[in-house]
């Protein structure tokens, strides 16, 4: 058997501000879904995101508590070259989320940085450097 992800989960306190920051990174979230318990968007690369509220979560797990004191899963977003990695930075920030790692090259050979969501969650975005 193939082991294939095939979504990707997030609990949130807030559908609404949850589901703007990640319209604002690009992702494909259909409209008038700010106040449903549960959305899924699927990624271009067949990849789905899916956001519950917590009360969803207690809805099946009454004994559910949020993570504290640090995220516990990153998310991390190819976006193709390093200028990307800085304009889609900036925009969000611009925005009014969270810079959390200001855009750096890391010595892996990527642009890097880091946002937080909403609930707390980390959002890196990366490219590849260039080779030249």
Known sequence: MTLRLG??????????????????LGVPIAPGQDDAPHVDATLDDGVTLAWDTIETI????????PASGGHRIALAFDKGTPAEVDS???????????????????HWGQRYATLLDPDGNSVDLYAELDAN
Do not use: C, K, N, Q
Request: proline share 7%; charged share 15%.
């Open 58 to 65: 207690r809805g099946f797990d009454p004994s559910f508590v």
């Open 7 to 24: 979504f990707i989960g997030i609990v949130t306190g807030d559908m609404a501000a949850s589901l703007a920051f990640y319209r604002a």
């Open 88 to 106: 889609a930075f900036a925009a969000l920030v611009a925005a009014g989320y969270p810079a959390h790692v200001e855009p750096w090259d890391a």
